[in-house]
């Protein structure tokens, strides 16, 4: 089975830009979770998404933002960036049902300059 | 307020010795935990998981102890590669929390020829 992909790998953008990043999870997994990875913080949930549905939102400010689709894959956005939001985006998928067991993509390297 | 870098603990053996990286957990309602191994440039790999209900559990080379009375997680690693260098990171599940790990800091494993 192919494992979780990201898309873009590495991205430059600049302050007050927003951007979009993509996660496609393992196929039949239906739960996609998102972290943001800095070196001051460590890892931290963003949200979690479960048949297109949103299930849990971490403590992140309203412009990040996410959706999934019918066929599981998964965007998030972040609005108006600043330069505290520079960071490795993760991805995980989960078959789902609330089951812990995660499987993590490479992540979107953000740089916000 | 502002952010301050997390200072990782780190562990230094060589290769062939018996590894071990210890991790405190936070929430005692969490009942599933997960051990993960981070490469530089490389989002977390699955290594191993425990249930609440098991306090010992054992994979290829890797064995996770698990005392829930002190909240306590180990990984054990033995006879350590130089392909082992690494940051380990333990994570906690609670049932309730669709979705979401909680991470600890991190241990950096290097691993000497």
């Known amino acids: 089975k192919a494992g979780v992909t990201q898309t873009p790998r590495y991205l430059i953008k600049t302050r007050g830009q927003q951007v979009t990043l993509s996660c496609s999870p393992i196929?039949?997994?239906?739960?996609v979770s998102w972290y943001q990875q800095t070196p001051g913080q460590g890892l931290q949930f963003l949200f979690e998404?479960?048949?297109?549905?949103?299930?849990n939102k971490g403590n992140f400010p309203g412009r990040f933002s996410g959706r999934q689709f019918s066929n599981s894959r998964s965007e998030m956005n972040v609005s108006t960036l600043e330069l505290g939001d520079s960071a490795l985006y993760l991805c995980?998928?989960?078959?789902?049902?609330?089951?812990?067991?995660?499987?993590f993509g490479p992540g979107t390297r953000l740089t916000v300059t | 307020g502002e952010s301050v870098g997390l200072h990782l603990p780190t562990l230094s053996v060589q290769e062939g010795d018996n590894s071990i990286i210890n991790c405190a957990y936070s929430?005692?309602?969490?009942?599933?935990f997960i051990w993960y191994k981070q490469e530089s440039g490389k989002g977390p790999q699955f290594i191993i998981d425990?249930?609440?209900?098991?306090d010992k559990r054992q994979g290829q080379r890797v064995t996770v102890l698990l005392n829930k009375t002190v909240k306590h997680l180990s990984l054990q690693i033995a006879a350590t590669q130089p392909g082992d260098s690494a940051v380990y990171f333990c994570?906690?599940?609670?049932?309730?929390?669709?979705?979401?790990?909680?991470f600890g800091q991190g241990t950096i494993l290097t691993v000497h020829p």
């Open positions: 994570a906690e599940y609670g049932g309730t929390s669709y979705g979401k790990l909680t």
């Open positions: 425990i249930r609440s209900n098991m």
């Open positions: 995980a998928s989960s078959p789902g049902q609330g089951a812990g067991e995660q499987y």
């Open positions: 998404y479960f048949s297109e549905t949103q299930r």
């Open positions: 929430n005692s309602a969490s009942d599933y």
């Open positions: 196929s039949g997994h239906r739960s």
